[in-house]
């Protein structure tokens, strides 16, 4: 790890405390600096890494977790503070940092921006976690001008927090992340927004799959518009393309809704393809530790709200000596019982539903 020591890290929120967590969790020395005294000793306390100091060794390497309105800023500042340090920024957006910099000088052979695929709904240093970024992937983005061993070093970072180092150019890293990040943050926030004004007893019929198509909606309206703003372009264009569709979708539905029983095979057939083309496109996601996606199958079982049920259920499924891929839970609708979607292989999913109904579960077809 002796290339990457010391590590100075600049922005004490969610990214950039995490990063240091993980880095000291592998021996890594690590230094903090923030706007915010108050962030900073947080996330020392926490254990990311000691506060800045005018007395600090030149450091390796610079990650500047600034927020991306003033990311640019930051890394420009750290590249003429530190002329011997690689410096990375975790922003995700890349193509207008680089672009500030060459307009402002900088010496940007020294600079490979990154972005660890990795985050929470909830910010700040108090939701630092050590294994953030465990296997997910960090985008390391050279351009032409970047130094081979800034490229190797900040691939180093990423491989020493967990990640898994991805390289990509800046213009088709910002359209990647538009589609299958800042657009689904987009949808999830319109949709969200329906229920604000829902009757409570409407809102109280949610299921999982509004819950799941949800999830991001409650991630920070601030930092999600510096987001949209960098990354306007590539943004607009996967909306654009969702209007249209969407559009489809909508003129096929009054069809249908003017005339149910009409004969409109085109207004069924749009509504058939969209759902079609969603399937499609789930199907690539990619599955467990990134490999080909894979099929499960669900095993619901109703579970008592009260403490240590959960543990139990999940320990007779290992008695039954299957391994869960995954798990959803839901709480019942005015009743004291939750519901555990548990995700299995096919194989074993009526071996698993035998022996917890044997084991005195209520388990649901």
């Known amino acids: 790890m002796g290339v990457l020591s010391p590590v100075r890290i600049v922005g004490t929120g969610l990214i950039g405390t995490s990063v240091g ?27 990311a890494g000691e506060l800045a100091t005018d007395a600090d060794p030149e450091p390796a390497v610079v990650v500047a977790a600034a927020p991306p309105d003033v990311v640019g800023s930051v890394v420009a500042a750290e590249l003429a503070a530190h002329p011997t340090a690689v410096v990375t920024d ?36 108090i939701s630092g976690r050590p294994d953030l970024f465990e296997g997910r992937p960090w985008v390391v983005v050279p351009h032409e001008d970047s130094a081979v061993n800034a490229v190797e070093t900040v691939t180093a970072l990423a491989l020493a927090t967990g990640g898994a180092p991805v390289r990509m150019p800046a213009e088709e890293h910002d359209a990647a992340v538009a589609a299958v990040s800042h657009v689904p943050q987009v949808a999830a926030s319109l949709v969200a927004a329906r229920l604000r004004d829902l009757p409570t007893e409407a809102v ?12 991001i909606a409650a991630s920070d309206p601030a930092l999600w518009t510096q987001i949209l703003v960098g990354n306007a372009g590539a943004v ?16 096929a539905l009054d069809v249908l809704r003017d005339d149910p029983d009409a004969d409109a095979p085109g207004a069924r057939s749009t509504l058939a393809a969209m759902l079609a083309d969603g399937n499609a496109g789930h199907a690539r996601i990619p599955g467990k530790h990134g490999a080909a996606p894979s099929l499960f199958t669900t095993v619901t079982v109703l579970i008592p709200d009260t403490p240590g049920m959960l543990g139990r259920v999940f320990a007779d499924v290992g008695a039954e000596g299957v391994n869960i891929e995954d798990v959803r839970i839901e709480h019942a609708l005015g009743r004291p019982v939750g519901v555990a979607h548990l995700l299995v292989a096919p194989a ?15 388990v649901t077809e």
């Open 348 to 362: 074993d999913a009526d071996p698993l539903r035998a022996g917890l109904l044997a084991r005195g579960w209520n």
């Open 204 to 215: 109280g019929l949610s299921g999982q799959g509004v819950r799941d198509v949800t999830r």
């Open 21 to 47: 967590l993980a880095l000291r969790a592998r021996g890594v020395r690590v230094t903090l600096a923030d706007p915010s005294p108050t962030a900073c000793a947080l996330a020392r306390d926490l254990g």
């Open 90 to 125: 975790v922003a995700s957006v890349k193509a207008a940092i680089l672009a500030e910099l060459v307009a402002g000088g900088a010496d940007v052979s020294r600079y490979v921006g990154s972005h660890p695929m990795a985050g929470r709904e909830r910010s700040g240093a």
């Open 236 to 251: 607009s264009s996967v909306l654009r393309d969702v209007l249209v569709a969407l559009g489809d979708v909508v003129e």
